[in-house]
């Protein structure tokens, strides 16, 4: 799936990489955030994952 000539799939790829780093930082306390900021982004985490996941496998059939 391919927007503006950008694959979808590498963007939220780059992004669910963006968001591991984050919450990775958070959670060694390299970064201080609430406890709420990172139970957030780890939401959306998985929510990116499923959905680059899902168009990965939807690419491939």
Request: hydrophobic fraction near 60%.
């Amino acid at each position: 799936m391919v927007v503006g000539g950008v694959s979808m799939i590498l963007v939220l790829g780059i992004v669910n990489f963006l968001l591991l780093l984050f919450q990775l930082s958070t959670g060694l306390r390299w970064i201080k955030v609430p406890f709420g900021v990172h139970r957030k982004t780890g939401i959306l985490l998985f929510i990116v994952a499923v959905v680059h996941g899902s168009l990965g496998i939807l690419a491939n059939l």
